[in-house]
Nanobody
Framework: QVQLVESGGGLVQTGGSLRLSCATSGIRFSDYNVGWYRQAPGKERDLVASITTGASTNYADAVKGRFTISRDNTNNTVFLQMNNLKVEDTAVYYC????????WGPGTQVTVAS
């Protein structure tokens, strides 16, 4: 059974930092590209960052220079380090693993207060 479980969300003040983790199981993690998406209330789910099996990264313009995605193939986990958080970063953050098919986590809430 495939499972992706996000953690590390919470409430933080503007300018603060959070580190999200997504632990995966049931897949050969090293075969999968992985990414983080977010969805704010009333908005679509958008890509935040992704990292390929070869560790190439891609970021949404809104988070470039502030967020860093990384992966640990030994522990089957993907991370999202979020610095200098802004109110507009408030959303539910989802991790996804994709290789022929997609697997999604249930999401973790990030709230940035002014």
């Amino acid at each position: 059974q495939v499972q992706l479980v996000e953690s590390g969300g919470g409430l933080v003040q503007t300018g603060g930092s959070l580190r999200l983790s997504c632990a995966t199981s049931g897949i050969r993690f090293s075969d999968y590209n992985v990414g983080w998406y977010r969805q704010a209330p009333g908005k679509e789910r958008d890509l935040v960052a992704s990292i390929t099996t070869g560790a190439s990264t891609n970021y949404a313009d809104a988070v470039k220079g502030r967020f860093t995605i990384s992966r640990d193939n030994t522990n089957n986990t993907v991370f999202l380090q979020m610095n200098n958080l802004k109110v507009e970063d408030t959303a539910v953050y989802y991790c996804v693993a994709y290789f022929r098919t997609e697997h999604w986590g249930p999401g973790t809430q990030v709230t940035v207060a002014s």
